[in-house]
């Protein structure tokens, strides 16, 4: 059974920051490629940051400077941490684990980041 469990979101001001941890089981992590998404009211999803299963990451242009992306293949983690969060950064934060090649991929249930002030 697949489970991807997020932690550490909740409400900060402006400015402020946050780390996100997403913790895997039931598959292979080291092969994965993990992913934060994230979904605001009214919006669609969107990708946030993602790592290969090699270290090589992409980021969204609006968070790029301000947040990281980082992998643990001991521990089966995917960390995002955020830096001068903006009010646009509220949203419900998903991790996502996936191979791209095969399609395959699972998501987690998601935690909510909510900046104000």
């Known amino acids: 059974q697949v489970q991807l469990v997020e932690s550490g979101g909740g409400s900060v001001q402006p400015g402020e920051s946050l780390r996100l941890s997403c913790a895997a089981s039931?598959?292979?992590?080291?092969?994965?490629?993990m992913g934060w998404y994230r979904q605001a009211p009214g919006k669609q999803r969107e990708l946030v940051a993602r790592?290969?299963?090699?270290?090589?990451?992409v980021y969204a242009d609006n968070v790029k400077g301000r947040f990281t992306i980082s992998r643990d293949n001991a521990k089966r983690t995917v960390a995002l941490q955020m830096n001068s969060l903006k009010r646009e950064d509220t949203a419900v934060y998903y991790c996502?684990?996936?191979?791209?090649?095969?399609?395959?991929?699972?998501w987690g249930q998601g935690t909510q980041v909510t900046v104000s002030s």
């Open positions: 996502k684990a996936e191979i791209t090649a095969s399609g395959r991929y699972y």
């Open positions: 039931g598959i292979t992590f080291s092969i994965y490629t």
């Open positions: 790592i290969r299963s090699g270290g090589s990451t």
